[in-house]
């Protein structure tokens, strides 16, 4: 078993749907990362939490460090939404910034 | 500011070979980690790198290896190279600080044919 899970692995909604992205992960930690990847491979880095919650724009991402659950939400979605997203977490065990990441979620969103 | 660069983008090379990637991490960023994805098994850690020091190490063979320099600039070496080493490279730059977001390169595509 992993040591973290995402779900779904592929997700395809409608422009405008609200969408959710789920991460368990089975490992005490420090930080959870959630990124999105884009074709071509790069990177970015959307949220960092520890706990509570977090707002960027039409994202939201949330932690419930009891349960080993974050989710990340996306409101009103749109085709630039479309990417890979990925949770990371940092063990609490762990020197440094050594990083484990799920399987990732592909999300389309079609107009 | 700039961002994290990587070079080169994109490389091929035969089974057997060994290669070299460069990451020049974002100035002012002490630590620089590096990561394998590939199709099968997703995003792993290699190693991270603070301050000259190797930091952390995950769970790679020894014919992968890396080093800091004084500029915080990294390198990574993968000697004897072999099918399965085929993948996108990225590392990622940080200050220093362990909960720090960490923003990525656009990584180094390797071919290994």
């Known amino acids: 078993k992993n040591e973290v899970e995402q779900s779904p692995q592929n997700l395809t909604a409608q422009e405008g749907e609200f969408i959710t992205i789920n991460c368990s992960y089975s490992?005490?930690?420090?930080?959870l990362h959630w990124l999105q990847q884009h074709p071509g491979g790069g990177i970015v880095s959307l949220f960092m939490?520890?706990?509570g919650k977090k707002k960027h724009g039409r994202l939201i991402a949330t932690i419930n460090i009891q349960e080993k659950h974050s989710s990340l939400h996306i409101t009103a979605s749109h085709p630039r939404d479309s990417a890979v997203y990925i949770c990371a977490v940092r063990s609490e065990e762990t020197s440094g910034s050594r990083l484990t990441f799920g399987e990732g979620t592909q999300l389309t969103v079609n107009p | 500011k700039a961002g994290v660069t990587q070079t080169p983008r994109y490389l091929i090379k035969t089974r057997g070979q060994q290669v070299t990637l460069s990451c020049s991490p974002i100035s002012g960023h002490r630590s620089v980690s590096w990561y394998q994805q590939t199709p099968g098994q997703g995003l792993q850690f290699l190693f991270e790198?603070?301050?000259?020091?190797?930091?952390n190490k995950g769970n790679f063979p020894g014919r992968f290896s890396g080093r800091q320099f004084s500029n915080s600039r990294s390198e990574m070496n993968v000697s004897t190279l072999e099918l399965g080493d085929s993948a996108l490279y990225l590392c990622a730059s940080h200050r220093g600080v362990s909960t720090d977001t960490q923003y990525f390169g656009p990584g180094t595509r390797l071919t290994v044919l």
């Open positions: 790198y603070f301050s000259e020091t190797q930091r």
């Open positions: 490992v005490g930690i420090s930080a």
């Open positions: 939490l520890s706990s």
